[in-house]
Nanobody, 124 residues
Framework: QVQLVESGGGLVPTGGSLRLSCAASGRTFSSYGLGWFRQAPGKEREIVAATSRRDVSTYYLDSVKGRFTISRDNAKNTAYLQMNSLKPEDTAVYYC?????????????????WGQGTQVTVSS
């Protein structure tokens, strides 16, 4: 079992930056693949970034490549999503998720554990 708690969301202007955090409790953090998802009103939840167990491989949604970075600090049992050059279309509730699978997960169904979400709003 692992419990996830996101933080760091907020309201920023276009071009601004935010760093989301995902604090995990439970088993060894490095043993989990991690994903950051987002869901805008009226839209399906989509993968934003993911990293596999022990960070062997990573994935980014095309629209965030070069702007977002996924990382983790195993000593702190915390994952991060650094978001730069934010755009209004990045506005959504952002969720972190964890999986014990070795595969790099890109779908919501790949992840068993979810946080409660944190709101990110980018003003135009």
């Amino acid at each position: 079992q692992v419990q996830l708690v996101e933080s760091g969301g907020g309201l920023v202007p276009t071009g601004g930056s935010l760093r989301l955090s995902c604090a995990a409790s439970g088993r060894t953090f490095s043993s989990y693949g991690l994903g950051w998802f987002r869901q805008a009103p009226g839209k399906e939840r989509e993968i934003v970034a993911a990293t596999s167990r022990r960070d062997v491989s990573t994935y980014y949604l095309d629209s965030v490549k070069g702007r977002f970075t996924i990382s983790r600090d195993n000593a702190k049992n915390t994952a991060y999503l650094q978001m730069n050059s934010l755009k209004p279309e990045d506005t959504a509730v952002y969720y972190c998720a964890a999986t014990s699978s070795y595969e790099l997960g890109r779908l919501t169904g790949n992840y068993k554990y979810w946080g409660q979400g944190t709101q990110v709003t980018v003003s135009s």
